[in-house]
């Protein structure tokens, strides 16, 4: 018996042509599919077939193939083990056998399988006696433009328009679709076919073009790019419907030339639609494939719109018929705003409003932005865009905006009233509302203001502060008022979110390729979405693009400074060790006593010289001060559109490099001056932009003579600084910001572009205004990422040893999906290398795991327990099942119990290690109860923080209830741990940090009865080392000490009124969340809180003046604290604030 086995892409095809062959006297074939044989183990299995031949075609990677090619004689084709193959055939032959691929359709593979079948046996000295009738291959039609109702496909546009004018009625608007040629070749279009009816019924034509995503010289065959300049650009279409994995075009400028909207609309991949309904989404492959990489190339609106059934052996695409009705909708509304005139168009703002502390001083919430001022810029540049709008002044919004909330219509405006029409909704989510909410109100009152045609808005809450129900109900629908506001916001051509961010894009729903039954999707339906989000954060703006139907609009974080508040003291204590060198006794004494007094002064000495020498203590706090120092801190808010202080920005982006430069407080001064005085000098010239380097850089060492004989100012490092800044500069000169949301509001292409931190010297995020991207899932961790999270990994377990004497045998890891999108998977590598495992990779991709010898790791194996966010477990599914198998794998070593705690854990009962929020869930719970204060005690937020966070999740797991299983894993743990790795927010900007982390600590306190540490991985770019561990109250200190104590950040902070106040108290809020579940903020800063923002009368005026509501709410969360028990202070100072309060009180009743 000669036996072949073929290890191939997409099976279902080689399956049918091998059936049709029929029997074959003593030859077997075996078709395996290429997608499930990822893992070591299925190599074992595939060897198993010991077969004469093996026959692989198309991205085939890992460590499988090569296992494969050492033991069996390989055929391979496009595959990673084309060099192990063992099998040669003659140049002529190889490529007759490769053009049968290349060119597809049954007949050809019938072929292809019988040549195979023809090579095996003469490696095995078989001879045929059969007649194989082996045809040579038959060239199909690479690409071409197809429709039902035509016999055959055209080769040209303009064939087609033809044909089109001829036998169909022409329609005025357009839309492209790009299928898959095998769709076409194996009449496999059912569901192109259903969407070519919707956009018909809509009047517009479908130009649906067949075609390959890759080109292949080799065969002479095109891919996507050909298919777009050949057929799409002659159709000049108002739309482009994306029906294709993997990325549109690595071409920008065919994208630009196209200038479309390009929708993603998705095939699932070997699931049906019934399986799909069921479903929390899609699979990581999925995903990766037909949302992540698309992103790259600027698609939006990521919407399935066909699965696969089984007839027979063949997977057929079939249409999900309201998902196909919804791309259509989509196309259809995209394609009206780009053809309305823009005196027409009606656009709806919407503010959004945070649920922390008091919602009357919210509105316009969003990191980083004055929220305000940026819709008076947009008003400002639609009205020069032609757009029929009435400006406003910033005051104006802020008092119209104010006066919606309270339902006050003191400017002469309207609340406006509407029917969401509950009847139309799916069952499921008309029971889900009624049991809820109640039944549904006849009329659902909208407020806001109508400038000409703009309406601005606020984002109605999920659920009020005072309502219980979210805090004990994860899935919590949206209530009926929330579904009317956007039954409304549809009516619009388009709408605006403002600002990081909303709570439409975290609903109940899917994770991906959302359903007529998920929250997000019935909300906003098909209306066109522009959202503008801050372009650090790539991973919550993902949300908005997946579930949110968003275009994103990413703006720059605010300008950034060093904080350098200790500058003084820092000079004293390096004066002091100098002296102490030298043994110059007298200035020793003098030192030490200035230093004191200033180290009193500003709260750093707590009289414990009676524990430690003085200069230990000196010691702590000169590392101390220049952590201090060197972090930044945001000057105010950006404004979108608006590039403030270019130079400032430049020195922030260069940041990283700088330190490495310079350590002393005095230099540091004159650098960042000389960095500044020479970049504005350069700005204001023509010099930098002949290009002539060598003539910049002698007029650099010209100005920099001014600033004395600094060594570090003459290094070739500050020159490469100068000119890293002059192209910051150059790329902040090309701003697109209100362009490109006026671009995408005229319904054009707006372009894609990478996110992340600019202070970590990552300048390609600039210039702003882009579509932003993230990352692959399967590049993650990166081999960078890993040697960051090797360091972390061994700093946190010498920290704990320092402090306890003993390893921890479990760390517990909050895992957001901002490690992998902002570092490359930092922390993941961390938790694999405490676990003693390391990635595999295959060029950029990891592929596999490998457990790192005893020997070699050099410690016992320490077991982690994860609690992972919602979006993680939406984004990253590949990671969590990465991490699953590197637990099990660790589990399952014979080892001894003292080296390898996973296994001693398991053995006493522990099974699952990875949990987080129920699916179609988001958050941790204990930042609602903690802002709405209806708790009692840390036990109830405990038990809530558990609530929503008992769902396990691995390889085959996904959402299980166990809340057993997760107490028993939380008894183990010693340590929580987060990774930090930026200044551009930090733990007081949002009250995720402290639901989470402070969350877990006090979950695993109430089982185990011992808080456990809780420390952050800190990776901001700094002096000294780049990696330290810090614990969670010295981290809270910091971000005081550079934030809410820092009197420049208030100032900056104070420019921006009302938004400025209620972000300050938000920070205050998140502040008060961290000392309730961590008990990490020290009485002397509650202190300093109260003096400086509420007993100080020039700064309780200016909140009086500007958001009364931000002053009321802060006074009663430091009132709160004390009744509390968790600030202790003199009695007097808390009478003050009491009598401040009611003063307050009296002022917002009058």
Not at 220 to 238: N, Q, R, T, W
Not at 717 to 739: D, N, S
Not at 1075 to 1081: I, P, Q
Not at 1132 to 1146: A, F, Q
């Amino acid at each position: 018996m000669v036996r072949v086995v073929f290890a191939v892409w997409n099976s279902q095809f080689m399956e049918e042509a091998a059936k049709r062959i029929g029997h074959l006297p003593d030859i077997d074939i075996v078709v395996r599919d290429i997608q499930s044989l990822n893992w070591r183990n299925d190599c074992k299995d595939l060897l198993k077939e010991m077969a004469d031949l093996y026959v692989i075609y198309q991205m085939g990677r890992g460590d499988w193939e090569k296992e494969v090619a050492k033991k069996a004689k390989i055929l391979a084709f496009k595959s990673s083990v084309d060099r192990f193959s063992v099998v040669k055939p003659e140049e002529a032959l190889y490529k007759e056998l490769y053009m049968y691929l290349a060119y597809d359709g049954i007949e050809n593979l019938k072929n292809f399988i019988l040549r195979c079948v023809e090579i095996a046996c003469k490696l095995r000295g078989k001879r045929i006696d059969l007649k194989l009738n082996i045809e040579k291959p038959v060239k199909m039609p690479w690409n071409g433009i197809y429709h039902p109702n035509s016999e055959v496909c055209f080769n040209s546009y303009e064939s087609y328009i033809k044909w089109y004018t001829k036998n169909r009625k022409k329609y005025d608007k357009t839309a492209a679709i790009l299928f898959y040629r095998a769709r076409y070749l194996f009449k496999n279009t059912t569901h192109v076919d259903c969407l070519i009816e919707e956009l018909e019924k809509r009047e517009i034509m479908p130009v649906p073009v067949f075609c390959l995503t890759f080109p292949d010289k080799e065969a002479g065959m095109p891919g996507v790019e050909h298919a777009i300049e050949k057929y799409i650009l002659p159709a000049k279409p108002d739309v482009l419907i994306w029906g294709l994995y993997f990325r549109v075009s690595r071409d920008i400028e065919l994208l630009r030339k196209l200038n479309v909207p390009i929708l993603n609309a998705i095939e699932l991949y070997s699931m049906s639609p019934s399986e799909w309904k069921k479903s929390e989404g899609m699979n990581p492959t999925t995903l990766s494939m037909a949302v992540a990489m698309p992103e790259f190339d600027g698609t939006i609106n990521p919407t399935v719109f066909s699965g696969e059934i089984r007839t027979t052996k063949i997977l057929r695409a079939v249409p999900i018929k309201e998902r196909v009705i919804r791309v259509a909708e989509q196309a259809d509304r995209w394609i009206k705003l780009r053809r309305k005139s823009n005196d027409k168009k009606k656009i709806a703002i919407i503010l959004h409003c945070s649920n922390i502390g008091n919602s009357e001083a919210n509105s316009g919430t969003a990191l980083g932005l004055d929220s305000f001022e940026s819709v008076v810029e947009i008003l400002k540049a639609m009205k020069k865009r032609g757009y029929r709008v009435e400006l406003i002044s910033k005051d104006e919004l802020v008092e119209g905006m104010k006066a919606s909330w309270r339902g006050n219509w003191n400017l002469g405006k309207e609340w406006l009233e509407v029917d969401y029409e509950f009847d139309s909704l799916p069952e499921k989510l008309k029971k889900d509302l009624t049991e809820n909410w109640g039944e549904k109100p006849e009329k659902c009152a909208i407020p806001g203001m109508w400038l000409g045609n703009v309406f601005v808005t606020v984002q109605p809450l999920r659920s009020e502060n005072e309502d219980h129900k979210l805090i004990h109900n994860p899935v919590l629908p949206p209530p009926h008022n929330y579904l009317a506001f956007y039954r409304f916001m549809n009516e619009f051509d388009a709408i605006l979110h403002v600002g990081k961010h909303g709570s439409v894009e975290w609903l109940p729903g899917k994770s991906c390729g959302l359903s007529n039954e998920c929250y997000p999707d019935v909300c906003l339906r098909s209306v066109p979405n522009a959202y503008i989000y801050i372009v650090n954060n790539p991973a919550e703006g993902t949300q908005a693009k997946r579930r949110g139907y968003s275009t994103i609009l990413d703006h720059l974080p605010p300008v950034m400074e060093s904080a350098e508040l200790y500058s003084e003291l820092e000079i004293l204590i390096e004066d002091y060790f100098k002296a102490k060198s030298r043994n110059l006794i007298n200035q020793i004494s003098v030192l030490r006593e200035k230093i004191l007094s200033l180290a009193k002064k500003h709260r750093f000495w707590d009289g414990r010289s009676e524990v430690r020498s003085f200069d230990e203590f000196v010691e702590e706090l000169h590392s101390n001060l220049q952590n201090l120092n060197c972090s930044m801190f945001n000057v105010g808010l950006h404004t979108y559109g608006v590039v403030k202080d270019p130079e400032k920005i430049a020195l922030s982006a260069v940041r990283p490099e700088i330190k490495l430069c310079v350590e002393n407080p005095s230099k540091r001064k004159i650098i960042r001056d000389a960095f500044i005085e020479i970049l504005c000098w350069l700005r204001r010239s023509e010099i930098s932009k002949d290009g002539e380097d060598e003539k910049i850089v002698k007029e650099i060492r010209e100005k920099i003579k001014k600033f004395g004989e600094i060594e570090e100012l003459k290094s070739e490092e500050f020159e490469k600084c100068i000119f890293k800044g002059i192209e910051v500069l150059y790329r902040l000169e090309r701003t697109k910001e209100l362009e490109n949301l006026l671009n995408c509001f005229e319904g054009m292409f707006v372009e894609p572009a990478p996110s992340g931190d600019l202070t970590k010297g990552r300048i390609e995020v600039i210039p702003t205004g882009f579509n932003f991207y993230s990352i692959d899932p399967k590049a993650i961790p990166t081999k960078s990422a890993w040697k960051v999270g090797k360091k972390l990994a061994e700093l946190l377990l010498n920290k704990y040893m320092d402090e306890e004497g003993r390893l921890p045998e479990t760390v517990a890891f909050i895992q957001w999906t901002s490690d992998p999108m902002n570092t490359d998977g930092e922390q993941i590598a961390q938790i694999l290398y405490t676990l003693g495992v390391r990635p595999v990779w295959d060029g950029r991709k990891v592929v596999s795991l490998e457990v790192i010898p005893l020997k070699e790791l050099g410690r016992p194996r320490i077991d982690v327990f994860i609690r992972i966010s919602g979006l993680f477990r939406d984004t990253f599914m590949n990671l969590v099942e990465l991490v699953d198998r590197a637990i099990a794998l660790v589990a399952s070593l014979n080892e001894p119990l003292s080296m390898n705690f996973v296994r001693k854990h398991t053995l006493e009962g522990v099974t699952h290690r990875i949990f987080g929020d129920m699916p179609g869930a988001y958050g941790a719970g204990v930042n609602h109860a903690i802002n709405s204060s209806m708790w009692e005690n840390k036990e109830e937020l405990a038990e809530v923080f558990v609530e929503w966070g008992m769902y396990a999740y691995g390889r085959g797991i996904y959402g299980e209830a166990d809340r057993d299983g997760m107490c028993k894993a939380m008894k183990k743990v010693d340590v929580v741990v987060r990774n930090h790795y930026t200044d551009e927010w930090d733990i007081f900007s949002d009250d995720c940090p402290y639901a989470f982390q402070g969350g877990l600590g006090i979950a695993v306190e109430t089982v185990r009865g011992k808080m456990p540490k809780l420390y952050i991985s800190d990776t901001r770019p700094k002096l000294g080392e780049k990696e330290r561990i810090v614990g969670i109250d010295e981290e809270v200190e910091r971000v005081a000490r550079i934030s809410l104590l820092n009197d420049r950040w208030i100032d900056g902070m104070m420019k921006h009124g009302y938004k400025g106040a209620g972000d300050m108290m938000k920070r205050i809020v998140n502040m008060f969340g961290w000392e309730v579940t961590a008990d990490a903020v020290k009485d002397w800063i509650f202190e300093e809180v109260a003096t400086k923002y509420v007993l100080n009368k020039k700064m309780r005026k200016w909140f009086l003046e500007n958001n009364p509501y931000a002053v009321e709410e802060i006074t009663r969360r430091l009132l709160e604290a004390y009744r509390r028990g968790l600030w202790e202070c003199d009695e007097e100072l808390i009478e003050k604030i009491e009598d401040t309060y009611m003063e307050i009180e009296g002022y917002l009743e009058d």
